[in-house]
């Protein structure tokens, strides 16, 4: 960024989260309160399996039994899964409001020789379009 930064000054840079679909974030916030219910019932020792009449399997009996190792494996494991549903891999720019790159629709980052290429292109442009006279009705 220090080479856009050189080469156009008052250029502003800013950075900004894209939010995933809704379903992804649903389903992120759904794992976030399952993960610590989940890991309350292995603390306690609560068999939630006997709740609905089923015998509990046997990674719920090993969970029992090295609490730690399955509390920490909930906990990783699920904020792994939240992680992936809440990335988009978004890498959107925009000049003047105006989308300029899309990493969602090309699949792929620019290189900052195709940055700079972009951004001359459409500084070309405005400069252009802010020297044709607009008539007025």
């Known amino acids: 960024m220090r080479v856009i930064s050189q080469r156009y000054p008052d250029i502003r840079i800013e ?10 974030r649903h389903i992120a916030s759904f794992l976030s309160v399952f993960k610590l219910v989940l890991i309350g019932f292995i603390i306690v020792g609560k068999d939630p399996f ?19 190792y399955a509390c920490m494996m909930v ?10 549903c809440m990335s988009t891999g978004a890498f959107e720019i925009t000049l003047n409001d105006v989308p ?38």
Do not use: C
């Open 50 to 68: 006997a709740f609905f009449g089923m015998q509990a399997p046997s990674i719920w009996q090993w969970g029992q039994e090295n609490k730690v």
């Open 100 to 137: 300029v790159w899309s990493k969602l629709q090309s699949g792929h980052l620019p290189s900052m020789q195709q940055l700079v290429q972009i951004l001359d292109n459409e500084m070309k442009l405005n400069v252009h379009m802010e020297q044709i006279p607009h008539h007025r009705s």
């Open 15 to 24: 950075g900004e989260n894209y939010l995933p679909q809704p379903i992804y």
């Open 75 to 84: 906990f990783f494991l699920s904020n792994m899964t939240e992680n992936m």
